[in-house]
């Protein structure tokens, strides 16, 4: 088989595979996705918890300019809602009370406002889904954003629809509400974002690391299955790194995930949240179906029931912590 030279595929790592818009079931760098899945979560159970439910999310969400070391995403947040994405991972620069949206140095041409807007329109039109939002401070060191975020939300959202509690929700109690995961000090605005479990090995120095980073990838969707079952689960396969910008890491990362993915479709599991950069509507379709089935008896044997057993272990920590 053809190798590539170390030389070559560092080159590749910053130059991109190819020119061009791709559209495969793995990856999509393409101005919209190949179809639409806005209101999945209608058929998830009221009492199923947030923790039980396998969904996808995209890395910086808003990076759709900068060029290649910035872009993590092609979508605009509209379309990214409407195929099916319920985490969002944004970045906020805080200058003078002001929050724009930014990746880095690269200013992302949208502020924390028009991401709520989006998200409250969306959940106007689908109140049988939820959004998790994760909110970080970015290119600035203020450490001191609690106060603009929520002049944002009361100027641009809607206090009432947030998830006012550090308690993973169950469906009925997320349905129609912004659930923020706040990765910065303050009072409660909704869940801690370090409270779930993450694997974010984000730095991929070059492609020569795309196995180390597709392991992490791979250990951590593992252990979703048996881990805390009242923890929500984060992964992460996006990466970057000096001679590996976000477009040629997805292009190596994503079909391992989708391959992976398509070969446990049958085995009615909770993965938790998996977070893409550039993803595509097929993959975002398999994540979607992976949400916990109904288990009956078979050959007069009991099977113990999946979801039943989430929300008794739920329970069983909440009490005991």
Request: a negative charge; proline letters at 6%.
């Amino acid at each position: 088989m053809f190798k590539l030279l170390p030389e070559l595929v560092l080159l590749l790592g910053v130059v991109g595979f190819s020119f061009g818009a791709i559209q495969r079931p793995d990856y999509d760098d393409t101005p919209n996705p190949e179809f639409l899945n806005p209101s999945w979560m209608a058929s998830i159970p009221d009492d199923q918890p947030l923790s039980a439910v396998t969904m996808p999310g995209t890395h910086n969400t808003m990076s759709l300019y900068g060029g290649v070391y910035a872009e993590c995403q092609t979508w605009n947040l509209t379309s990214q809602l409407q195929a099916g994405v319920r985490y969002l991972d944004v970045r906020v620069r805080h200058v003078n009370g002001n929050l724009t949206i930014h990746h880095g140095v690269s200013y992302q041409w949208a502020h924390f406002g028009h991401v709520l807007e989006g998200v409250f329109d969306f959940l106007h039109e689908y109140p049988s889904e939820t959004v998790l939002m994760r909110v970080k401070e970015e290119f600035s060191e203020t450490n001191n954003i609690y106060g603009a975020v929520v002049d944002f939300i009361h100027h641009y959202g809607h206090w009432d629809l947030l998830w006012h509690s550090r308690l993973v929700p169950t469906m009925a109690e997320a349905r129609g509400k912004l659930i923020i995961l706040q990765d910065f000090t303050g009072p409660d605005l909704g869940m801690r974002y370090g409270s779930l479990d993450i694997a974010d090995a984000w730095k991929v120095p070059s492609l020569l690391n795309l196995e180390e980073k597709w392991q992490s990838v791979y250990k951590h969707l593992e252990a979703a299955p048996s881990g805390n079952m009242a923890q929500i689960f984060l992964t992460y396969s996006s990466g970057a790194g000096v001679f590996a910008h976000p477009r040629a890491v997805a292009k190596g990362i994503n079909p391992q995930l989708y391959e992976y993915l398509q070969a446990k479709t049958d085995q009615n599991q909770r993965l938790g949240i998996i977070c893409m950069d550039f993803p595509a509507a097929p993959i975002i379709q398999t994540i979607i179906n992976f949400q916990l089935r109904e288990v009956v008896k078979t050959n007069k044997t009991d099977v113990k029931h999946p979801i039943s057993y989430f929300r008794y272990m739920v329970k069983h920590f909440a009490a005991n912590n």
